[in-house]
């Protein structure tokens, strides 16, 4: 269950760009959230911004799965896009902030054993998201696509590559690894490398991302469990204002925030169809 609580900033710092890495103390929510899984964070004490902001774990002071009940602080990863986040940017060491957490379904193990090929792809901001999964999945042979419009985009390539991971690079303008979308990098190298199927793929970005991804998934043997960056409204389902129609006959639209964020990509139903 979800709890709120009180978390002390550690650091806050300018990772690069418009990106920013905040470290909090707080035992209570360490010890719990698992991969996938986000927060609503109170950025103000004022009412504007009025509502909190939700942010995926990035990490915790201990991603060991079993030594996760010793976790002290958690990290998340955030992007300057407005009002809420630039104020977060003045957070500083030894400010106290109001939190509630950890919310929504996180990701779980592929069915099959290890070792097998495991792909994770993270569009911008999103492959923080993944951070923690490889952590859960550290048995397996990781393959890491990371994408972004600019190379000012691509983050935490230096996380995953103490993982041991095989790491490609994509930019939609060409200033860093290979020139196009993400989801181009990962069909270029699933062609030349000839990986037998199915594919298990862990994934996160934005929506139009998921949408091309999905297409490709449809067709092709490929699993896929996806966390949808939506606007969250309170975070616990009540509002309604983070719906996403899927294919499941009893409750086809189903919360982003309570039911999510993580869904079978295959289960989406898009407007276009």
Not at 158 to 187: A, H, M, P, Q
Request: glycine letters at 8%.
């Amino acid at each position: 269950m979800p709890i709120q609580t009180q978390g002390i900033v550690l650091k806050n710092d300018n990772i690069k760009s418009i990106y920013y890495l905040l470290e909090i103390k707080c035992p209570d929510i360490a010890s719990i959230i698992k991969p996938g899984q986000f927060i609503m964070l109170k950025v103000s004490d004022n009412h504007s911004p009025l509502l909190r902001r939700p942010f995926s774990l990035f990490r915790t002071s201990s991603l060991n799965i079993q030594k996760q009940k010793n976790a002290k602080t958690f990290s998340i990863i955030y992007k300057i896009v407005g009002k809420g986040t630039k104020m977060m940017t003045k957070f500083k060491k030894g400010d106290k902030l109001d939190i509630i957490g950890p919310l929504g379904n996180g990701f779980h193990p592929p069915s099959l054993l290890p070792p097998c090929n495991i792909f994770l792809i993270g569009g911008g901001v999103g492959i923080a998201t993944l951070f923690p999964v490889s952590e859960m999945l550290k048995d397996y042979n990781l393959f890491i696509f990371i994408g972004g419009k600019t190379q000012n985009d691509i983050l935490c390539v230096e996380e995953f590559r103490n993982k041991n991971s095989k790491i490609f690079i994509s930019t939609e303008d060409g200033s860093l690894g290979f020139k196009g979308t993400v989801i181009d990098l990962f069909l270029f190298q699933v062609k030349r490398m000839r990986f037998k199927k199915p594919l298990y793929v862990y994934t996160c970005g934005p929506s139009n991302m998921l949408k091309k991804l999905a297409k490709i998934t449809k067709f092709q043997e490929i699993h896929c469990q996806a966390s949808f960056e939506s606007r969250l409204g309170c975070g616990f389902g009540a509002c309604w204002g983070c719906v996403v129609k899927t294919k499941n006959s009893i409750s086809p639209y189903q919360r982003v925030c309570k039911d999510g964020p993580v869904f079978d990509l295959n289960q989406i139903v898009w407007e276009d169809e």
